[in-house]
Each structure stands twice: as C-alpha cells, then as structure tokens.
C-alpha cells in the first residue's frame, strides 16, 4: 500500500485497515513515450556492446510515473479517495515509442 498525498493505492483487492464504502469503477492513465533523438543514438550503441541500456530505463520510469500520476487524476475526478487493484501494462507502439498504462478500481475508503 502507498499513500500518496492521502490518497490510498493498493496492488491488492483490499486495503488492511480501511473499509471501502463505494466502488466508482475502472479508472486509468494512459502515456506514449519515445526517446529524443540523442537519446536513441546512445541506446542503439548500447544495445550492441550489451549491458543495460539506461536511456530506456530512465524513460520506462518516467513513463510509469506519468502514468500513475494520470490514473490518480482520473480516479480523483471519479470522487474516489484511493486506488486497489492496481497494475501496469506496457507494449510497443512504433519502434521508438512505448505505452504504458496504469489501471486500477478507484473507490472510497474510510479508516477502520
């Protein structure tokens, strides 16, 4: 469980401690990302001498933060107050483009 700024979200289908009072439904937050110009050079060099390509990587994790930023503001524009549920998917869109999408069941909760 995460609490961010008072707002619960959950990978789980409950929350210990909290009692979900309503379910507002599906909610989720959608990013297409691609590397700039310099930033694919850098990565096509580093896939051929192996090792982790970090140009990717930073990306991936820029890509999954945007992401739950927006899954967040869908579900606060439902009234919901927290998230459970919770899971990422990612493919391909192009070949220098990936989509990530966060997705959750935004709902009420209260503290037992």
């Known amino acids: ?39 694919q050079l850098g990565g096509e060099l580093r896939s051929i001498l192996g090792g982790e390509i970090k140009e990717y990587q930073q990306m991936m994790e820029e890509s999954r933060d945007k992401a739950l930023n927006k899954l967040i503001e869908h579900a606060k524009s439902m009234e919901a107050n927290g998230l459970i ?25 209260e503290k037992e």
């Open 1 to 39: 469980m995460v609490l961010v700024e008072e707002f619960v979200i959950s990978s789980a289908n409950d929350v210990p401690g909290y009692k979900i009072t309503e379910t507002k439904g599906f909610a989720y937050g959608l990013t297409v990302r691609s590397r700039g110009l310099g930033g």
């Open 85 to 109: 549920a919770v899971r990422y998917d990612s493919d391909a869109v192009a070949t220098n483009m990936q989509e990530v999408l966060a997705y959750g069941t935004a709902v009420v909760l």
